[in-house]
């Protein structure tokens, strides 16, 4: 290794771990004493990927007050430095982070609002694709439904509550204060985020539903999501079923085509 | 006299001001995007720099491609950047002459090199690499720095002078930093300007800082200060007619607050270089087709 490189590699444990030895290679500051200066670039880094991570998830913010989230990112910061070059990802792992890690894996709507937060952003600049609508499907031939395989827009994606987190959410992310007492949900609920237009979304999937956009994640065909319906409860309105949420998704702008499996 | 097209008075792009841009069309010349805030997929922010680059020149401005890292180049980082330069047809990209993280980690910040032998061809190669990647020549920024490497072997200035000579690369002269970085670690500005060859500048950036009594902080969240407005009128003396903008990037007010701010860096330019000065080439204010 160079001294280039070891210079920075000194520079880089400054600043995360305190190691102090790139003082020694470091000339007198002006009018300050170095150890000061180099403080600056220590403070700057975390107070920079705090308020990245900040802008990211207003809610959890909200929601944990600027102590308590402050506490969280900086363990995060610590546990986690960041490995990508976009500052768009910073907050990325945060989600998994507070889910696993005491004390907040205690309080599991923390780590879902992070993680719905994380989805809408996510959404917002996920890669553009054509809309499918109701109307483009009307050329189909009647033979050809059941092997139809639909194709989700790239911004959605699928996540599961086991907390009140969305109803919080929704109380919170215009600048409220107050928010319901958080509570457990009777049974884990499925949730779906994606971009309509150039609007992020997100909503609560009954189980039904969600099973069948699973399936169709997977790329099961129409037949088989029928089928699929008909044993999760009943095959007398089944194909009713899967076609009333097939027109959920196809208004919503959850689906960008179809071919024949 | 800069060789790079004077695109006259412009502002940094922020989201915030986006509806302002549309609805009132702003007299700013053109716009600096960060290139990574539009290094991505789709949705929204590529829409809107659409909707930009239909109206006004643009130049790229990037925050992380640690062009002095000694970790690996990151080839993929710079496709990505290659893909949306060709995309939006900017006037030129430019980024920082600093080091963000090695061992792949990233550290969000504009971190110092020392000024040395080793460090200049390690720098230069570095530039003359990204350069063949994105197909046309960078345009490199000076930070502002809190600490200084006691190896260093040359100043920055002199540094700087010498990339552009190597590379061909050019010069984006924040005159912030240079304020910044002469004050916390004792230095003449004048003297880092009068160092810096006279055609490669291509850019001013004007912004604030917060004085922190003993040392001053780059922080971009305070209007443009007096010192920095003098300095600025120092530059033009030099290095005549160049694309000047306002860098503003936290505390960012309506794009109205900014607007006198622009109007004074055109102003200060006609006071120092004749009425010409005021108004951006033709030739540079092509729009995207």
């Not at chain 1, 079923?241 to 179809?258: F, K």
């Not at chain 2, 200060?225 to 007619?241: I, N």
């Amino acid at each position: 290794m160079g001294r280039f490189a070891e210079l920075q590699d000194l520079m880089q444990h400054a600043i995360l771990a305190g190691d102090s030895r790139v003082l020694e290679t470091l000339a007198p500051g002006g009018q300050e004493d170095k150890a000061v200066l180099l403080d600056v670039y220590r403070s700057a880094y975390v107070l920079r990927l705090v308020e990245i991570i900040g802008n990211d998830l207003p809610v959890l913010k909200a929601y944990l007050g600027e102590t308590n989230f402050n506490g969280l990112c900086r363990t995060f910061i610590k546990a986690r430095p960041s490995t990508n070059r976009n500052a768009r990802w910073v907050s990325q792992g945060l989600a998994d982070f507070a889910a696993a890690t005491p004390p907040w894996a205690d309080h599991p709507e923390m780590g879902e609002i992070a993680w719905l937060e994380r989805a809408l952003g996510n959404a917002f600049d996920a890669a553009d694709a054509p809309v499918l609508g109701l109307e483009d499907l009307g050329a189909v031939a009647a033979d050809d439904w059941p092997s139809l395989v639909f194709a989700l827009r790239p911004s959605l994606e699928l996540g599961q509550f086991t907390t009140n987190a969305g109803d919080i959410w929704i109380e919170l992310q215009d600048g409220g204060e107050d928010h319901p007492p958080v509570a457990a949900l009777d049974e884990p609920q499925a949730v779906a985020v994606w971009r309509e237009g150039l609007t992020s979304k997100w909503r609560m999937l009954p189980p039904e539903e969600a099973m069948l956009l699973r399936a169709v994640h997977d790329g099961v065909p129409f037949g088989a999501l029928c089928e699929m319906a008909a044993v999760f409860a009943g095959a007398d309105t089944a194909a009713a079923r899967t076609a009333g949420c097939l027109q959920g998704w196809l208004c919503a702008g959850m689906l960008s085509g179809w071919k024949t499996g | 006299m800069s060789r790079h097209p004077f695109l006259g008075f412009g502002l940094g792009l922020r989201s915030q001001h986006y509806r302002d841009i549309f609805d009132g069309e702003p007299a700013v010349d053109w716009f600096e995007v960060i290139s990574e805030n539009y290094m991505v997929d789709g949705g929204q922010p590529l829409a809107m720099l659409e909707r930009i680059r239909e109206r006004y020149p643009i130049v790229m401005h990037g925050v992380s491609m640690s062009i002095a890292s000694t970790a690996e180049p990151d080839l993929e980082y710079l496709k990505r950047l290659r893909g949306l330069a060709d995309r939006f047809e900017p006037a030129w990209v430019s980024d920082h002459l600093c080091w963000t993280g090695v061992h792949g980690v990233n550290l969000h910040d504009l971190l110092p090199i020392p000024y040395t032998r080793e460090g200049l061809d390690h720098v230069a190669s570095r530039i003359h690499l990204v350069q063949d990647m994105l197909g046309r020549a960078m345009v490199i920024e000076n930070v502002s720095t809190y600490v200084q490497f006691a190896e260093s072997e040359m100043h920055e200035w002199e540094f700087l002078a010498e990339l552009t000579r190597r590379t061909g690369c050019s010069l984006l002269f924040d005159v912030n930093n240079v304020y910044v970085s002469a004050f916390n670690h004792g230095y003449d500005p004048l003297e880092f300007l009068n160092a810096i060859p006279l055609d490669s500048v291509a850019q001013f950036h004007l912004a604030g800082h917060s004085d922190m009594g003993t040392y001053k902080i780059d922080t971009h969240d305070h209007p443009v200060p007096e010192e920095v407005w003098s300095l600025y009128a120092d530059a033009l003396w030099q290095f005549g007619p160049v694309s000047a903008m306002i860098e503003r990037d936290d505390n960012i007010p309506a794009l109205v607050e900014l607007m006198p701010e622009v109007e004074r860096a055109r102003a200060i330019a006609v006071d120092v270089l004749g009425r010409e000065a005021g108004t951006p080439q033709r030739a540079s204010l092509q729009v995207a087709e």
